[in-house]
């Protein structure tokens, strides 16, 4: 089954830990992004990456940082200096990076911070 | 600024009574306009994709439209098991692919 695979399902941080969240996809999509889903807002995007080793700031890239050394993951790190970490953090991919192109979306990891 | 408002917030309605959701949007410039699914605690399930004022697209019981401001999401007779959040998000002529998303439409359908 070809699709996007986030893990784990459930997180839970310290303060003042770092975290890995994991996003793999098996499309053969060139784009893949980060989104956080907050309750009563929109989907924001952190951060994207159009092509392997290469990746861009989204809106809201503070305080997380990634890396894409391979076309098939895409893993966030959540950092220490996120100050409100707490969400359900979204991972998806598109087959090229152009605008108009379908992004499609894993099942999501949800984050909390005790 | 590109922004994308979805109303109603929230809507209840029986199972067979039909409706439609509202998705309107100021963009600069418009790639596409996409419709998703959500279920609690789920990723967003991609149902359509709409490029061009006057499209048309259905999939079971939805049928999306668009306008050079809006779309409207059309569910006819509905059933309990359509019951979810509806997000729209837009495309704009950015040079790349950011998506700008409303806020959803909690669909509530009750036998």
Known sequence: DGGITQS????????????????????????????????????????YSQIVNDFQKGDIAE?????????????????????????????ASSQAP?????????????LTVL | EDQVTQSPEALRLQEGESSSLNCSYTVSGLRGLFWYRQDPGKGPEFL??????????????LKATLTKKESFLHITAPKPEDSATYLCAVCPNTGFQKLVFGTGTRLLVSP
């Open chain 1, 8 to 47: 784990p399902k459930y997180l839970f941080r310290k303060e003042g830990q770092n975290v890995t969240l994991s996003c793999e996809q098996n499309l053969n999509h060139d784009a893949m992004y980060w989104y956080r889903q907050d309750p009563g807002q929109g989907l924001r995007l952190i951060y």
């Open chain 1, 63 to 91: 305080g997380y940082s990634v890396s894409r050394e391979k076309k098939e993951s895409f893993p966030l790190t959540v950092t220490s200096a996120q100050k409100n970490p707490t969400a359900f953090y979204l991972c």
């Open chain 1, 98 to 110: 152009q605008g108009g192109d379908t992004q499609y979306f894993g099942p999501g990891t949800r």
């Open chain 2, 48 to 61: 359509f994709t709409l490029y061009s004022a006057g499209e048309e697209k259905e999939k079971e019981r």
